[in-house]
């Protein structure tokens, strides 16, 4: 069975420190993961995916996540936040393609 | 940017009334999705189909309707909307054996 837990639910941080959104899953297979944001009023974008290619994977806007699978973790990072960050993060897990399990998201604030 | 479009953005209606919501793709998709997402909540599947007339029910349980009569066309309906059915609503697609999903902006419905 195929489950993701975003371990916060929020995460504030400076304009221009790192950022750190963690993300753990749990899968019987060899997953494919996500990360997808969202913007107010704005639909899900893909950020970056894994599909066992490399385990460090750059996404857009500065961010990439690295795949451990001894940690069974996807954590979604960049060095410097920009405001237009701003946003809710989600991490999904897939076994196939019409099976996407989201996480409950992390909604990241961006202080000025 | 993916090309996936839902319209309306909003809608607020009463209890009782019918309502369609609309999925369009330009990309030549075979597979769309529609999501529902309660606020703060992950996103669950509520039907998807593989193509034209193929329609079938996802993990959560839904009393829309979904039908698919043209490749780019995907629409939801509601019978008789309760205001439980208040939600967002996303719509995806996706391409042949590729299990990255592209979302449209989704519909944010308030039933009174």
């Known amino acids: 069975a195929q489950s993701v837990t975003q371990l916060d639910s929020h995460v504030s941080v400076s304009e221009g420190t790192p950022v750190l959104l963690r993300c753990n899953y749990s899968?019987?297979?060899?997953?494919?993961l996500f990360w997808y944001v969202q913007h107010p009023n704005k639909g899900l974008q893909l950020l970056l995916k894994y599909t066992s290619a490399a385990t460090l994977v750059k996404g857009i806007n500065g961010f990439e996540a690295e795949f451990k699978k001894s940690e069974t973790s996807f954590h979604l990072t960049k060095p410097s936040a920009h405001m237009s960050d701003a946003a809710e993060y989600f991490c999904?897990?897939?076994?196939?393609?019409?099976?996407?399990?989201f996480g409950t998201g992390t909604r990241l604030t961006v202080i000025p | 940017e993916a090309d996936i479009y839902q319209t309306p953005r909003y809608l607020v209606i009463g209890t009782g009334k019918k309502i369609t919501l609309e999925c369009s793709q330009t990309?030549?998709?075979?597979?769309m999705y529609w999501y529902q997402q309660d606020p703060g909540m992950e996103l669950h599947l509520i039907h998807y189909?593989?193509?034209?007339?193929s329609t079938e029910k996802g993990d959560l349980s839904s009393e829309s309707t979904v039908s698919r009569i043209r490749t780019e066309h995907f629409p939801l309906t509601l019978e008789s909307a309760r205001p439980s059915h208040t939600s967002q609503y996303l719509c995806?697609?996706?391409w042949g054996r590729g299990d990255t999903q592209y979302f449209g902006p989704g519909t944010r419905l308030t039933v009174l």
């Open positions: 189909s593989y193509g034209v007339n």
């Open positions: 999904v897990v897939s076994d196939s393609p019409n099976n996407l399990f």
């Open positions: 990309m030549g998709h075979d597979k």
């Open positions: 899968s019987s297979y060899s997953p494919s």
């Open positions: 995806a697609s996706s």
